[in-house]
C-alpha cells in the first residue's frame, strides 16, 4: 500500500494571507494619508482664497480711507465732528464704519505739511472668515488741494484797468488780469507781468452764502444781520456764524461778527465801526455783491480773511480818520476803474493763513491732485 506524498506549499498559506493583510493595511494607510492630504490641501486652498479675497476688502478699504480724506479736505464744513473745526490746519484721527454691505473699517490719519499740502494715511483692517483675525492693507498718500479760486496776493482783482487811490496801502503782491495803476497809492511790492486770464472770480460765480449749508454732517441755516448793529457770532443753529442780508445794507451802530458777513446784491455802508473775523478760514470774512462804502470820520472797518467786493472801496463825507483795515486779503470781481478816490486809509496786507477759501466760487469746486501714493 502505498503513502500519500505531502502537498509541499501547505505550510506556506497561512503565511500569504499575512502578507496579503499588511499589504492593504499598507495601501488604507496611504489612501487615507492622501485622502487628508488631499483634504487639508483643499482647506488651505480655501483659507487661501479667502485671505486672498479679504486681503483685497482691506484694501479695497484703505482706498476708500484716501478718497474720504479728499472729499473732507475740499468740503472741510462738511467734514464730521471728530476732523476738526478748523480743517485748513488740522492734523487728526478719524475712523469710520461703513455699512454692513461691506466689511470691516477703515482709519484714516491726515497731516498738514504745508499750505494746501496733506499727508493722508489710511488703514483698512477687515477679518477673516475663518479665524476673525484681522488683515490690514495701508497706503499712504500725499494730496495738494487746489482751491476753486488761487489767491496769492494781497490784492486780487478781476479788473480791465484798475487805479489804486491815494491812502491805500497795500502790503503782499497785487495781480490782475489788466494794468494797475498807483494812483497815489502804495504797493509792496509793485505788480509783476500781467496775468493773462483773471485771477480773482468774475461777478457773478462766487458763491451765495445765504444758503443753508452742511457742517459736520448736518443742515444749518445762515442768520439775519440788522444795520443798527450788535454783537454775532456762532449759535447752535449757526454754527459757523454766517449772517447775511438782502439788499442794501446801512450800519449805524458798532457791529462785531464772529463768523461771515454777506451783503447779497446791495451795498455795504459802514457808518460806524465794523469787525468781521471768520469761525473757519475756509470761508470768507466778508462778501459784498456790490461795493463797500466808508461814511463819516472815526469809523472802521477791521476785517481778517478774505473780502471779496464787486466794485471795490468808495467813501462818502469821510475824513482820514476813517480807515479799512484788511489782513488776509482783498477780491474785486468787477471792474471798478479806482479803489478809494478819497481820504480813508485803506490798509491790505496778506496773509496766507487767512486765505485759504476752498469754496470762494461755486463752480469749479475745488480740484484734489495726488503727488504720490504708496502701499
Not at 445762515?222 to 447775511?244: D, E, K
Request: glycine share 10%; aromatic share 6%.
Amino acid at each position: 500500500m502505498s503513502q500519500r506524498q505531502p502537498t509541499i506549499f501547505s505550510k506556506s498559506l497561512p503565511r500569504r494571507r499575512g502578507i496579503a493583510l499588511i499589504l492593504v493595511l499598507i495601501v488604507m494607510a496611504v489612501a487615507s494619508i492622501l485622502a487628508f492630504a488631499m483634504l487639508s490641501a483643499g482647506a488651505l486652498q480655501a483659507t487661501a482664497s479667502s485671505n486672498g479675497v479679504t486681503a483685497a476688502a482691506a484694501k479695497a478699504q484703505a482706498e476708500s480711507g484716501i478718497h474720504l480724506a479728499a472729499y473732507y479736505l475740499t468740503r472741510p464744513i462738511a467734514a464730521p465732528v471728530n476732523w476738526n473745526s478748523a480743517p485748513i490746519s488740522f492734523v487728526s484721527t478719524a475712523s469710520t464704519q461703513p455699512p454692513t454691505t461691506m466689511p470691516g473699517s477703515v482709519t484714516v490719519t491726515v497731516t498738514a505739511v504745508a499750505e494746501n499740502d496733506y499727508t493722508v494715511i489710511a488703514a483698512g483692517s477687515v477679518p477673516t472668515s475663518t479665524d476673525g483675525q484681522q488683515i490690514t492693507r495701508t497706503i499712504t498718500a500725499e494730496l495738494e488741494v487746489i482751491p476753486s479760486c488761487q489767491i496769492t496776493g494781497a490784492g486780487v482783482f478781476n479788473a480791465t484797468n484798475l487805479t489804486i487811490g491815494s491812502g491805500v496801502t497795500i502790503t503782499g503782491g497785487i495781480s490782475s488780469s489788466g494794468k494797475v495803476t498807483p494812483g497815489g497809492g502804495t504797493m509792496n511790492p509793485a505788480p509783476g507781468p500781467q496775468l493773462p486770464s483773471p485771477p480773482a472770480p468774475a461777478t457773478g460765480t462766487v458763491t451765495d452764502y445765504s444758503q443753508p449749508y452742511y457742517y459736520q454732517g448736518v443742515l444749518y441755516y445762515p442768520g439775519t444781520v440788522s444795520g443798527t448793529g450788535g454783537t454775532y457770532g456762532p449759535t447752535p443753529t449757526n454754527p459757523l456764524g454766517i449772517y447775511f442780508t438782502s439788499g442794501n445794507l446801512t450800519v449805524t451802530g458798532p457791529l462785531t461778527v464772529t463768523g461771515t458777513l454777506y451783503v447779497k446784491g446791495g451795498i455795504l455802508t459802514d457808518d460806524s465801526t465794523i469787525t468781521v473775523n471768520p469761525v473757519t478760514y475756509s470761508l470768507p470774512a466778508l462778501v459784498v455783491d456790490q461795493s463797500i462804502k466808508m461814511e463819516g470820520s472815526n469809523h472802521a472797518l477791521n476785517a481778517t480773511g478774505v473780502v471779496c467786493t464787486n466794485t471795490g472801496i468808495t467813501n462818502l463825507l469821510s475824513s482820514n480818520s476813517t480807515q479799512v483795515n484788511i489782513t488776509g486779503a482783498l477780491l474785486i470781481t468787477g471792474t471798478p476803474g479806482v479803489i478809494n478816490n478819497g481820504p480813508v486809509h485803506v490798509n491790505i496786507t496778506y496773509n496766507s493763513s487767512y486765505t485759504n477759501v476752498l469754496n470762494l466760487v461755486a463752480n469749479p469746486p475745488p480740484a484734489v491732485k495726488i503727488v504720490s501714493w504708496s502701499e
